[in-house]
């Protein structure tokens, strides 16, 4: 087919036999967050350049080469969102959700952009699940949103995720850990590449998560920073570890996780698996306790994380967890004449106030051909109407599978007497 156009590289359809999927794992990531406290917030797909310049940080692979920045036709300088966190950010403050009492705390799904080079679980545009919680510093904040995160996976079916833990410090402990940083790097300076050499001054601790293989041999040796926390940044590292173990979450702490975004202070997270290949930090997080105030808020300590839903997708595939599919047609009503037509479609409309998935032909097709349509979508129930159905006011309904049929009035019991055919049919589903 000679088609004007395909979709752009690192982009991916959701075509209508898949959403059931992705509609699965979003209802349990809304059910988790919401037992947690949170409300689900949605803000705009595109924002002023400057938030994220601000918020994520000049000197970050995102800001500096994987933005999808463009000038409206009235000269603003916008950024289609690179993640979700500044955004939320942004809305809390103009919106002053402070003022309805802390903390406060807000769920989202988002679609990201980031011009990155695409491979196995890495698009330009992607979709996270995200939590965010405003206004706390306690470290029970911490704990409770790596659990919510742990019992997302956990319910998801996933196994093999662990999680790694770290904490990178508030700006007083980062100040001195970044000049041992600028030391130790400035002594392989001949071997860095040309983006760390330009960070090694300004923001060293990006120089951790280059992606270059050689850099990153280099920063294995690095300084962590677990060895130069203060007092207050190691009690609360101390205290998060504390409310993990209390909850029974499992967690490594692994000192060179600094993660890719400026924004976090003290502690960061990532849930890690090695079973989709090279991207495999499903979710990842930490708290942010200067954010707000560097969009022109006050002082509000907060945290969140995003999981990426195009990876949990992933896992699910390679782990061969099944997801139950309810996008199922449970009736098809194959018709003959103009009679059972309009019959057919009253009955229709009993059947799917019920909350039954239910369908009848549009096409204008024999009764073979509606059968067969019936047998390619999957129903798990069909039934003919003919004039002498219509005469009888009685018609059979078959079960696709096994070729049992039960003869059911076509009267106002209709729906209800199918609903209780479908629930006795372990195999069928209730849509
Ligand atoms: P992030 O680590 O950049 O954090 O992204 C979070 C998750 O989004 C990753 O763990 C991954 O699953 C998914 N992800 C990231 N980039 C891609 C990509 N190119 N293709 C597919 N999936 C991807 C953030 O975005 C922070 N805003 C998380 C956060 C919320 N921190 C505090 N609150």
């Given at each position: 087919?000679?088609?004007?156009?395909?979709?752009?590289?690192?982009?991916?359809?959701?075509?209508?036999?898949?959403?059931?999927?992705?509609?699965?794992?979003?209802?349990?990531?809304?059910?988790?967050?919401?037992?947690y406290?949170f409300?689900?917030?949605?803000?705009?797909?595109?924002?002023?350049?400057?938030?994220?310049?601000?918020?994520?940080?000049?000197?970050?692979?995102?800001?500096?080469?994987?933005?999808?920045?463009?000038?409206?036709?009235?000269?603003?300088?916008?950024?289609?969102?690179?993640?979700?966190?500044?955004?939320?950010?942004?809305?809390?403050?103009?919106?002053?959700?402070?003022?309805?009492?802390?903390p406060?705390k807000?769920?989202?799904?988002?679609?990201?952009?980031?011009?990155?080079?695409?491979?196995?679980?890495?698009?330009?545009?992607?979709?996270?699940?995200?939590v965010e919680e405003y206004g706390t510093q306690s470290p029970v904040a911490d704990a409770e949103i790596i659990c919510l995160a742990q019992?997302?996976?956990?319910?998801?079916?996933?196994?093999?995720?662990?999680l790694e833990i770290n904490s990178i410090g508030c700006?007083?402990?980062?100040?001195?850990?970044?000049?041992?940083?600028?030391?130790?790097?400035?002594?392989?300076?001949?071997?860095?590449?040309?983006?760390?050499?330009?960070?090694?001054?300004?923001?060293?601790?990006?120089?951790?998560?280059?992606?270059?293989?050689?850099?990153?041999?280099?920063?294995?040796?690095?300084?962590?920073?677990?060895?130069?926390l203060?007092?207050e940044c190691e009690t609360h590292f101390g205290e998060v570890r504390k409310y993990l173990t209390c909850a029974?979450v499992?967690f490594?702490i692994?000192?060179?996780i600094?993660r890719?975004?400026?924004?976090y202070t003290k502690t960061v997270f990532e849930f890690?698996?090695?079973?989709?290949?090279?991207?495999?930090?499903?979710c990842g997080g930490g708290r942010y306790d200067?954010?707000?105030?560097?969009?022109?808020?006050?002082?509000?300590p907060s945290l969140g994380f995003?999981?990426?839903?195009?990876?949990?997708?992933?896992?699910?595939?390679?782990?061969?967890?099944?997801?139950?599919?309810?996008?199922?047609?449970?009736?098809?009503?194959?018709?003959?004449?103009?009679?059972?037509?309009?019959?057919?479609?009253?009955?229709?409309?009993?059947?799917?106030?019920?909350?039954?998935?239910?369908?009848?032909?549009?096409?204008?097709?024999?009764?073979?051909?509606?059968?067969?349509?019936?047998?390619?979508?999957?129903?798990?129930?069909?039934?003919?109407?003919?004039?002498?159905?219509?005469?009888?006011?009685?018609?059979?309904?078959?079960?696709?599978?096994?070729?049992?049929?039960?003869?059911?009035?076509?009267?106002?019991?209709?729906?209800?007497?199918?609903?209780?055919?479908?629930?006795?049919?372990?195999?069928?589903?209730?849509?």
């Open positions: 087919m000679a088609l004007i156009t395909r979709k752009i590289k690192g982009t991916e359809d959701v075509l209508p036999k898949q959403s059931y999927r992705w509609q699965f794992i979003e209802n349990i990531m809304r059910e988790e967050s919401r037992a406290g409300k689900e917030m949605r803000t705009p797909v595109f924002e002023h350049t400057e938030l994220f310049a601000r918020g994520v940080g000049q000197t970050t692979d995102v800001v500096q080469k994987e933005m999808y920045t463009f000038d409206t036709k009235g000269g603003e300088s916008v950024t289609l969102r690179p993640e979700g966190t500044a955004g939320a950010a942004r809305a809390v403050l103009e919106h002053s959700l402070d003022n309805e009492g802390l406060i807000a769920s989202y799904f988002v679609s990201c952009y980031r011009y990155e080079k695409p491979q196995a679980g890495r698009l330009r545009e992607f979709h996270q699940f995200g019992s997302v996976l956990d319910r998801l079916g996933l196994s093999g995720v662990h700006p007083e402990c980062r100040a001195k850990y970044n000049q041992a940083l600028r030391e130790y790097f400035t002594e392989y300076k001949e071997q860095l590449c040309q983006t760390c050499l330009s960070r090694l001054e300004k923001n060293p601790m990006r120089l951790l998560d280059c992606k270059s293989p050689e850099d990153h041999k280099i920063a294995e040796g690095a300084p962590k920073i677990t060895d130069y203060c007092e029974g499992d490594v692994n000192p060179t600094v890719g975004l400026d924004y890690v698996t090695d079973c989709i290949g090279a991207q495999g930090t499903v200067g954010l707000i105030e560097e969009l022109g808020g006050k002082h509000m995003a999981i990426g839903l195009e990876r949990i997708l992933m896992v699910m595939d390679a782990q061969g967890i099944e997801i139950p599919n309810t996008d199922v047609c449970a009736l098809y009503i194959a018709t003959m004449g103009d009679d059972a037509k309009q019959k057919a479609f009253s009955l229709l409309r009993q059947v799917r106030e019920c909350g039954t998935a239910a369908e009848t032909d549009s096409v204008g097709r024999g009764l073979r051909a509606q059968m067969k349509y019936a047998d390619k979508i999957g129903a798990k129930y069909s039934m003919v109407l003919g004039d002498n159905e219509i005469a009888e006011n009685r018609a059979k309904v078959k079960n696709m599978e096994s070729g049992e049929q039960t003869e059911l009035a076509l009267d106002d019991s209709f729906a209800e007497k199918f609903a209780v055919l479908l629930l006795a049919d372990e195999k069928a589903f209730k849509i």
